[in-house]
């Protein structure tokens, strides 16, 4: 970690010292998005506990950065965000908040308008979210309880999923009058974790936890989007962006520059 820190210094010191890095464009960015990925669940702690499911979520991220002149791009979002995965006992969570925050760097840029520009760019995302699902606990020694194979009660459980989710970019960004179309590959991470608690009830004296961890189940991915400038100054643009394989999401948003 200190080595990336200083890393990181480094690098902007470097950028601050050229006279074109000297030139700070605030902006923001509001916008809404709907996304789903597949994810993988399992508890190395307990046998046999591993599944499978699709999550899906409706976002609204609001984005606050200072382009660094023309080079590198930093920005905190915010916003709130749901989250339902039908295979984990039809878990469906309302919004919360959520926060995070990036960094792009524009590894090249042609030296007239219109021309491509390359850049890299890494993100993180985080939230929180509750529900309180049904869920079947073995019920073997307890009266009353059904033969097997079907011996398990049904019992309420509350369940908080962390889910912390991590993104690099590699691409590219065109320029053709009013818009600006670009695109590339993306890796991502999945860094979850999934905390399932009953209390004891009629049926069960003792209370049931589990923490398993919840990853991707694919980190490659593409993503395409565009900018539409609204105005000469181009301070006011609407944006679209795509993103297919590792998470299929669309969002939309309004950018305005200062």
Excluded at 98 to 109: H, P, V
Excluded at 112 to 121: H, I, Q
Excluded at 194 to 213: G, K, Q, S, V
Excluded at 233 to 248: G, M, P, R, Y
Aim: glycine share 10%.
């Amino acid at each position: 970690m200190n080595a990336v820190l200083s890393a990181t210094v480094v690098l902007l010191s470097l950028l601050f010292w050229t006279s074109e890095a000297r030139a700070v464009e605030p902006y923001i960015q509001i916008g809404v998005g709907a996304f789903s990925r597949d994810i993988i669940e399992e508890d190395p702690a307990i046998a046999g506990f591993k599944f499978k499911g699709a999550a899906g979520s409706t976002r609204l991220i609001a984005k606050a950065g200072l382009e660094v002149g023309g080079v590198l791009n930093l920005y905190l979002q915010g916003g709130g965000a749901d989250l339902s995965i039908d295979e984990f006992n039809n878990y469906d969570a309302p919004m919360k908040g959520m926060y995070g925050g990036g960094l792009r760097i524009n590894l090249y840029r042609a030296p007239y308008r219109d021309g491509p520009t390359l850049f890299v760019e890494g993100n993180a995302l985080r939230f929180t979210a509750d529900d309180q699902v049904e869920i079947e606990r073995d019920c073997t020694g307890i009266a009353g309880c059904p033969a097997s194979p079907d011996n398990f009660f049904p019992t309420l459980a509350d369940e908080t999923i962390q889910w912390n989710e991590y993104t690099v970019l590699l691409g590219a960004r065109g320029r053709y009058f009013d818009v600006a179309p670009y695109g590339g590959i993306r890796l991502s991470r999945l860094d979850g974790k999934d905390r399932l608690h009953a209390a004891a009830d009629a049926n069960f004296t003792t209370e049931f936890l589990a923490n398993p961890d919840i990853k991707e189940d694919d980190n490659f991915g593409i993503f395409f989007g565009l900018d539409l400038f609204m105005d000469r100054s181009e301070k006011t643009a609407l944006n679209f962006e795509v993103s297919l394989i590792d998470q299929d999401s669309f969002q939309a948003a309004i950018r305005r520059a200062f």
